[in-house]
């Protein structure tokens, strides 16, 4: 027979979610969801593909506003992009470890990309999210994990891997787009990089 205390361990419930476990889960349920619909977006249909109640988002945020607030930084924090460039393998070739991380990166900036335009003010109700202090600390951590990358090849390098990387950002985040031609592939991108815009038979 079950004692009244087994039945009581028995019965008892899972512990609920942390508010920060919580917190982040509504975030990653919501970008995609904003990414769609823009600040149009409400936190019923959040709370819905949550699988969770209304009243839940307001136990963790304070409003609509703080939620695409924190759905902003979320898209800019280079965790996810630098978690790829990690994994990277660093015994393949050079140009194969660059193009790599050009499509990691990428990858990163359309997602921000995506979620900034979708609520159609750029950011600029969150100069601090997408602007300023926190921008440059994302670009540092992302800078830092490319040099990583180039780090076996220092020897060959013209300067330091920090340099390098610094450059490639660059080149990566600001290539000219145009209407008659199409973008160019990480491939196309890093031979140009290192081997420089005139092909082989050029004199």
Not at 20 to 29: L, N, V, Y
Request: with cysteine.
């Amino acid at each position: 027979m079950t004692g009244p205390q087994e039945n009581q361990t028995t019965r008892r419930r899972a512990p609920g979610m942390s508010p920060e476990h919580r917190r982040k889960m509504i975030i990653q349920t919501a970008i995609p969801l904003i990414t769609e619909y823009g600040s149009a977006v409400t936190t019923a249909k959040i709370a819905r593909a949550a699988g969770i109640g209304e009243g839940t988002i307001f136990r963790v945020f304070a409003d609509k506003e703080e939620l695409l607030h924190a759905c902003i930084a979320e898209a800019l924090s280079p965790d996810h992009a630098i978690r790829e460039l990690g994994a990277i393998d660093i015994d393949q070739p050079l140009a194969d470890r660059l193009a790599e991380a050009a499509e990691a990166l990428q990858a990163h900036m359309d997602r921000l990309g995506a979620l900034i335009g979708s609520l159609g003010h750029g950011g600029g109700k969150h100069p601090g999210t997408v602007r300023g202090a926190g921008r440059e600390e994302s670009t540092s951590r992302v800078r830092e994990a490319l040099a990583e990358l180039l780090e076996p090849d220092k020897a060959t390098l013209r300067r330091t891997p920090e340099q390098i990387a610094a450059l490639f950002i660059g080149l990566l985040f600001t290539q000219p787009r145009t209407a008659d031609e199409p973008d160019l592939t990480p491939q196309e991108l890093v031979e140009v990089f290192l081997h420089g815009a005139a092909s082989g038979s050029a004199k």
